[in-house]
T-cell receptor
């Protein structure tokens, strides 16, 4: 989702449940997508990435889904843990470009 | 271990002062970036550099300056012309076009 003013979209989930965080990207020419996790006061950390020739990629407890038709990206976190509480944001990149374009982020809060 | 180091972690600036934020990487990455992050906001690009001795303005370059004299280093100076410098500053680097970034741990700058 998109942020409004100073307020990030927030997703609250119960510990042990699965989380799904969504991201709409803007450039149909983008062919590289990446999810980052940012804990409070820290730099963003790489979670998982995917290229446009794939529609799904799995990591440890995380899955990224890419729907190029509707320009939508999602991050699924299985068995969400309190340590997963953070801001998650997606980024898109285009072939031949160094630069990424970042989404505003979604705050994930895990309820113990 | 390879990585990207930002210093200092916290920095306080008086009105009218210039301050310089350090960013060093030993990943042998060609491209480096500076972003500004305000509370509840996404990342906004200040400057980026794809090669030594060359850099380009990002979306919010006014009041900032950079240099890229060495591949490993990309310092950011926040000048007195930047009217609202209080923010969290993130440095990043990337090795290839169409790939992801590695971020530093950030510098929190506060005007006192």
């Amino acid at each position: 989702g998109e942020s409004v003013g100073l307020h990030l979209p927030t997703l609250s989930v119960q510990e042990g449940d699965n989380s799904i965080i969504n991201c709409a990207y803007s450039n149909s020419a983008s062919d590289y997508f990446i999810w980052y996790k940012q804990e409070s006061g820290k730099g963003p950390q790489f979670i998982i990435d995917i290229r446009s020739n794939m529609d799904k990629r799995q990591g440890q407890r995380v899955t990224v889904l890419l729907n190029k038709t509707v320009k939508h990206l999602s991050l699924q976190i299985a068995a969400t843990q309190p340590g997963d509480s953070a801001v998650y944001f997606c980024a898109e990149g285009g072939a031949g470009s160094y630069q990424l374009t970042f989404g505003k982020g979604t705050k994930l809060s895990v309820i113990p | 271990d390879g990585g990207i180091t930002q210093s200092p972690k916290y920095l306080f600036r008086k009105e009218g002062q210039n301050v310089t934020l350090s960013c060093e990487q030993n990943l042998n990455h060609d491209a480096m970036y500076w972003y500004r992050q305000d509370p509840g906001q996404g990342l906004r690009l200040i400057y980026y550099s794809q090669i030594v001795n060359d850099f380009q303005k990002g979306d919010i370059a006014e009041g900032y300056s950079v240099s890229r004299e060495k591949k490993e280093s990309f310092p950011l100076t926040v000048t007195s012309a930047q009217k609202n410098p209080t923010a969290f500053y993130l440095c990043a680097s990337s090795i290839e076009r169409g790939g992801g970034y590695t971020f530093g741990s950030g510098t929190r700058l506060t005007v006192v």
